[in-house]
């Protein structure tokens, strides 16, 4: 049983789109509301189910509510934290709906179904590390890539313009703006 409605779904794809651009804090309070006020009316859709299903389709709102939440969290604030947080909240949000689902099986089954829930539970919460770590990782090479960089074109401007010392005149002039110009020296 889906319990989100589509309103909710375009929700989450205007939070998802966000990210790329910065959002104000107004912006950022409209959200909350528009999350709080979408999360209510999923979960007064529950209130006319009974039993097992009633608790799914509470579980399924609390979830969406979760994910929102951590995206909405990650759009304003974007960071490798965050998007490990909206992928730890997704993982959460499945993990508690199907142990709901899980309710409806006896015995046998629904201990299977109960270890098969922790086992995606588990691998979602590691793939969400993962990832967290191999965008920090990227960070970390991508600065020391830059720096680098910057090493090797103060080295090679150096070794340049030591060159240049050689010559005279003109042709040292030459030289030595040939050589900031090609490494990027102002």
Sequence with gaps: M???PPIFAA???CIACSTALSMT???HAAQKDIIAGEYKVSRDKCNSLKA???EICVSEAKGVLSVAKAELKSAYEPSARHT???AMAKGDAAYDTAKEKCDDSQGNAKSICRADAKAMHVKAQDEARVTRVNAEADKVRTGARSMADKDENKASLKAALARCDSM???AK???MTDAKFKHNVK
């Design 168 to 170: 005279m005149g003109a």
């Design 11 to 13: 929700l989450l794809a």
């Design 173 to 175: 002039d030459t030289c």
């Design 2 to 4: 889906k319990t989100n």
């Design 25 to 27: 804090k107004n912006e």
């Design 84 to 86: 490990e947080k909206v």
């Design 52 to 54: 097992n299903a009633k």
